[in-house]
């Protein structure tokens, strides 16, 4: 299992800072973030952004009703991406992986579920403002996520996601928000390794 060690992770910190911020102290332009000394750069960022209003978009009548409902999808967007490196974090540190079976295995369980795939990825569209091209990155989550739980025991993510996010020393572009290290999210953004679902939560009959 691979430990970075006070050398490396100090290293890492040095790196991080002059590629968020300038010399006057405003954040380097590109940057939304910094996670493990590695940028996330806002082009990035706003494809994301732009994939989700595209099929926000495509939904006809409710496509109006998605966009309100998703007022922030920046910072949404960019806490999502976190939680998720976040989640890399824990699963390297405890010696896990999530192999293409297993997203493939975890899509089949969710399509079973919810009435089929394109029913799957409206719940998301719906429920998380993910648009399909962004679903493999949900399932490997989930996957990891029930690794880790299996490993650390039902409701204990909290202080491995902890020591994760201490080795990543994570920075943001202030345009996005605060990063809060005590809560481990963006602004107003979701945990979703301490509030977890195992399936998401079924649309109702007839919607």
């Known amino acids: 299992m691979h430990r970075r060690t006070a050398l490396s992770v100090s290293a890492a910190l040095l790196v991080a800072a002059p590629l968020l911020s300038a010399c006057s102290g405003e954040p380097r332009p590109g940057t939304a973030a910094v996670v493990g000394g590695e940028r996330i750069t806002t082009s990035a960022l706003q494809a994301q952004v732009n994939d989700v209003r595209a099929a926000q978009n495509r939904s006809g009548q409710a496509a109006a009703e998605l966009i309100a409902s998703t007022p922030h999808l920046e910072r949404q967007k960019l806490d999502a991406l976190l939680q998720s490196r976040i ?121």
Request: glycine content about 10%.
């Open 87 to 207: 989640i890399d974090k824990m699963a390297d540190t405890a010696g896990l992986t999530a192999t293409q079976k297993d997203i493939e295995d975890e899509r089949k369980a969710y399509v079973d579920e919810n009435g089929g795939n394109e029913q799957f990825e409206a719940l998301l569209l719906h429920k998380g403002a993910m648009a399909p091209g962004q679903v493999d990155r949900f399932l490997r989550d989930r996957v990891l996520l029930t690794a880790l739980t299996a490993k650390y025991g039902a409701g204990k993510l909290e202080e491995p996601a902890r020591a994760a996010v201490e080795a990543l020393h994570i920075e943001v572009n202030p345009r996005y928000g605060a990063w809060d290290a005590k809560e481990i999210k963006l602004g107003t953004g979701q945990t979703p390794w301490i509030n977890q679902r195992t399936r998401p939560e079924a649309a109702p009959a007839g919607a």
